[in-house]
């Protein structure tokens, strides 16, 4: 039989409810292999195993006394560390936030709670949770557990290197520029990118965000089952009045043509024959599974939506105020990022700008929209390239501008407050591979149903243990 801590979240939601094991065993498990295997990927930068076994004993008592334990009943989930969880500093990789310490839980953690997960620890993100590598000089760097010499994405590399080697069934992320979905395509797990409005998030240790960043960055699952991807949304979508944008969306919609487009080379990019393999065999699978697939050279603009999202993160904020923070923490990767992979897309607006870039995103939705009508499913690339090697994108203006080009799709999306969902594939050697599918509002479950199509028709992700 396998170790507690390599089943996944579903598999142990059932068997914690139906009293085959404890959450505590379960929590004890998670917790034994963080303590084997994270000194190698630096994935979990905040660690209390007192308070997770506290809670799995109220997850089992709760369940001796004949209460509902909650869908992730004894589920071991880790939190990224730009999100409140009360009692432990919101550092957001920040020397500046290390005593930033939150009084009250973020909607998110509340709601995870509320399910019966047991939260074991948080995880990494990059200075800003600004780069798609995981670094900073609070925390230090986190590794790939596939290939230490390859990012695990970011910003939620901690939370990827953390569920692809076992270290939790399920991770949380957040995703204002591919945060959820490059990570998880960089650690060969999946990852959910939910629409805007669909989980609830608020920090009550920091000031109010920006409209740009209120209405593009969403908070999601990172998991190494299509399954649990679907489990722990469900979770993470309750509601809470704490964020104005909350929908009560249904999290079925109604029936759908099982019609997926394929498009390699979205807008030009240039995409490099691993990626484009993927993309084809993911393509066979769905089209095993019931679905008409067909290729467009052409879809719906992404490319005109990166300086829209660009735009709407940081010159809403005041780029020069932005880029004063950056240079008062010092951290090297913030500041070439800045620098070489965003600068020269990033200028200070008046207001009659900020508007025409609202007016624009509405027109872009539109057309998008229309396209998901006949097409609910649009399969692109996660990036143009593999995983990147580490700090490619702060070696020199070109590697910055080479970065910023092969991650278009995950730089555009947020724009159109938009779901996203990164789908591991087979590994090219030891360096992983996915697909991304992306639809329209609130149709998480559309992207659910092809992703599972698509991961069943493949290997299973299994926990990997770093070199």
């Known amino acids: 039989m396998a170790d507690l801590w390599e089943l996944d979240a579903t598999a142990i939601a059932s068997m914690v409810r139906q009293r085959d094991i404890t959450a505590r065993e379960v929590t004890e498990s998670a917790l034994a292999r963080l303590a084997a295997v994270n000194p190698r990927v630096n994935a979990v930068v905040q660690e209390f195993p007192d308070e997770a076994l506290a809670t799995a004993d109220r997850v089992d008592a709760a369940i001796a006394n004949g209460q509902d334990p909650g869908p992730m009943a004894g589920v071991p989930v880790t939190i990224k560390v730009n999100i409140d969880m009360a009692g432990h500093a919101n550092t957001n990789g920040l020397r500046l936030q290390k005593d930033q310490i939150a009084a009250s839980n973020s909607p998110v953690a509340d709601n995870f709670l509320r399910a019966g997960a ?56 957040n995703d204002i520029g591919g945060s959820v979905r490059y990570p998880a395509y960089a650690c060969g797990i999946h990852g959910l990118r939910p629409s805007f409005g669909r989980v609830a998030a608020f920090n009550a240790s920091g000031s109010e965000r920006s409209l740009g960043a209120q209405i593009m960055s969403v908070q999601g699952p990172l998991a190494r089952s299509i399954g649990d ?38 807008d030009g990019l240039e995409t490099v024959p691993e990626v484009e393999a993927a993309l084809r065999e993911a393509a066979a699978r769905l089209t095993d599974a019931g679905w008409t697939v067909r290729e467009f050279d052409a879809l719906p603009p992404l490319r005109d939506l990166v300086p829209l999202q660009l735009a709407l993160w940081f010159s809403s904020d005041g780029i020069e105020n932005m880029r004063a923070l950056v240079n008062r923490e010092g951290d090297p990767g913030a500041m070439a990022t800045l620098q070489n992979v965003l600068g020269k897309n990033l200028d200070a607006m008046d207001l009659p700008t900020y508007s025409s870039v609202l007016t624009r995103r509405a027109t872009y939705l539109r057309q998008w929209m229309a396209f998901f009508e006949e097409w609910p499913a649009v399969l692109i690339p996660n990036s143009a390239h593999l995983p990147m090697p580490q700090d490619f994108d702060i070696q020199s203006e070109a590697t910055g501008a080479i970065t910023a080009e092969i991650q278009m799709t995950q730089l555009a999306l947020p724009v159109l407050g938009l779901p996203g969902l990164s789908v591991a594939m087979d590994k090219v050697g030891q360096v992983p591979n996915g697909v991304q599918i992306i639809g329209s509002r609130f149709r998480e479950d559309i992207l659910l149903a092809a992703g599972d199509d698509i991961a069943s028709r493949g290997a299973p992700v299994l926990p990997v243990t770093p070199v």
């Open 118 to 173: 047991i939260i074991i620890g948080r995880t990494n993100t990059p200075a800003f949770s600004m780069r798609w590598f995981t670094d900073n000089q609070l925390h230090g760097r986190t590794l790939n557990p596939h290939d230490p010499s390859i990012t695990p994405g970011g910003s939620s590399g901690g939370a990827s290197a953390a569920v692809a080697s076992g270290i939790g069934a399920v991770g949380h992320g």
């Open 229 to 266: 991807v679907r489990l722990a949304l469900a979770a993470m979508a309750g509601p809470d009045i704490r964020d104005p944008w909350w929908v009560p969306a249904p999290l079925e919609g109604p029936a759908y043509p099982k019609r997926a487009a394929l498009c390699i080379r979205p």
